[in-house]
């Protein structure tokens, strides 16, 4: 319990000043319990009705970084039954960092699979445990002690809902069309189930079993459409499955309880989306696509 308070215990994400300091010393305590620790990492605990798994996946040079992300779970006051990364199989039969052998020695699943960029998080683990309540992550991000408490309870108080830490608004114009994504509210979504609430993966995302259309895992679809803006398709597939989103408790007013790695940021998806407005591309190929406009526009919540 020390362990997982210290880790928690100051308000991540707070002092921009000083972020790049309490990254460091952050990542100091978690590269000890990642080296020493003899601790399982996951737990066999019932948490809700379903198998509760944290699913992410990583790439490239972050591969030597992602222990990080995957300690901060694992460091939890809620440990999750399993934690699935997915890697792309060109990457079988390498070897992998020492870190995340031995966080495989306490329950970490490292899994192989065809390389659908930011997909692999998700897609693979919906198609392998598609009865399973999947919590996403991101390779890049130190999560706070009660990320997965705080999405369980969410979800046990209303398992009708995808909840999410991290919860942009999307503002629509006079005719009922979004914005331009860089002018929506970021960060304000509502607390209560809306159409409007657009949850991104940065903050943790816990999706209910079967929340999301069977065409989630279409892959000639999304890499089509949708290729670098997994959080569009998501949420595309949340609406046509009549699914909404909610934003759950988090101590930053944001959903910003968590420090990111900018080391490898440079690499990042969701910067390359907002600096060039991809976004607004990949928005539109799959809103049109989907009939997302309608629902939009509709006098549905």
């Known amino acids: ?12 994400g707070a002092d921009t000043a000083n972020k790049a300091q309490f990254f460091e010393q952050k990542s100091e305590m978690l590269r000890y319990f990642t ?12 948490l809700c009705e379903h198998e509760v798994i944290v699913t992410l996946t990583t790439f490239g040079r972050r591969l030597y970084d992602v222990y990080l992300t995957i300690e901060s779970i694992m460091q939890g006051s809620l440990c999750p039954n399993r934690i699935i990364l997915w890697i792309a199989e060109d990457m079988r039969g390498k070897v992998l960092p020492v870190t995340l052998q031995k966080q495989m020695a306490r329950g970490l699943e490292i899994e192989y699979t065809t390389d659908i960029r930011s997909y692999k998080k998700l897609v693979p683990t919906l198609v392998k445990y598609p ?20 999405l369980i309870k969410a979800y046990n108080e209303d398992p009708c809902c995808i ?6 608004h999307i503002k629509v ?15 304000a979504g509502s607390e209560e189930a809306t159409k409007y609430n657009f949850a991104t993966g940065a903050g943790g995302i816990l999706y209910p079993p079967h929340s999301l ?10 890499t089509r459409l949708s290729p670098m803006a997994d959080d569009v398709w998501f949420y595309a597939m949340a609406l046509l499955n009549g699914y909404r989103v909610k934003k759950c408790f988090t101590r930053n007013s944001s ?3 968590y420090i990111q790695n900018d080391s490898v940021q440079a690499v990042s998806l969701n910067s390359t989306n907002v600096a060039q407005s991809k976004n607004d591309e990949q928005i539109k190929a799959v809103f049109q696509a989907y009939g997302i406009y309608d629902i939009l526009k509709s006098d549905l919540k």
């Open 35 to 46: 080296l020493h620790s003899t601790e399982s990492g996951i737990s066999d605990q019932r």
């Open 1 to 12: 319990m020390y362990i997982k308070y210290i880790i928690g215990g100051a308000k991540l």
């Open 213 to 222: 259309s069977p065409d989630v895992t279409d892959s000639e679809a999304f």
């Open 131 to 150: 009865d399973a309540v999947c919590v996403t992550i991101d390779d890049d991000i130190i999560y706070n002690f009660d990320l997965l408490e705080n």
């Open 255 to 257: 959903g910003e309880d």
């Open 163 to 168: 909840h999410a830490c991290r919860v942009h």
């Open 173 to 187: 114009d006079n005719n009922g069309y979004p914005v331009h994504y860089n002018d929506w509210d970021w960060g």
